[in-house]
């Protein structure tokens, strides 16, 4: 019973560290000033313009400009809980954001 107890823990993880754009786990997580984050790739293809867009997620307006998205800084808790899955469930590794 333990087993499945941490199978729904680790479920658990893995959502929380999805990207809401390519559904995948994170690749490259970079974080808005709304706290919602994304792969950074996710955003490059979401945002075509040099103006800010809003968030999929709560809406803000929070994504900047194309030329910005670089600068948004790495979410590092999302970076450490990506590896921790990848050491639990080795399947994981390579499936990530292909946007």
């Given at each position: 019973m333990?087993?499945?107890s941490s199978k729904i823990q680790l479920d658990d993880v893995k959502e929380t560290i999805t990207c809401s754009i390519c559904l995948q786990l994170f690749t490259d997580p970079r974080g808005l000033s709304c706290s919602h984050t994304f792969c950074l790739v996710c955003l490059k293809g979401f945002q075509s313009s040099n103006s800010k867009k809003e968030c999929p997620v709560c809406?803000?307006?929070?994504?900047?400009?194309?030329?910005?998205?670089?600068?948004?800084?790495?979410?590092?808790?999302?970076?450490?809980l990506v590896k921790l899955v990848h050491q639990y469930e080795p399947s994981t590794v390579g499936k990530s954001c292909k946007v």
């Open positions: 333990a087993e499945s809406r803000a307006k929070t994504i900047p400009g194309k030329s910005e998205l670089d600068k948004l800084p790495e979410n590092k808790l999302a970076v450490d």
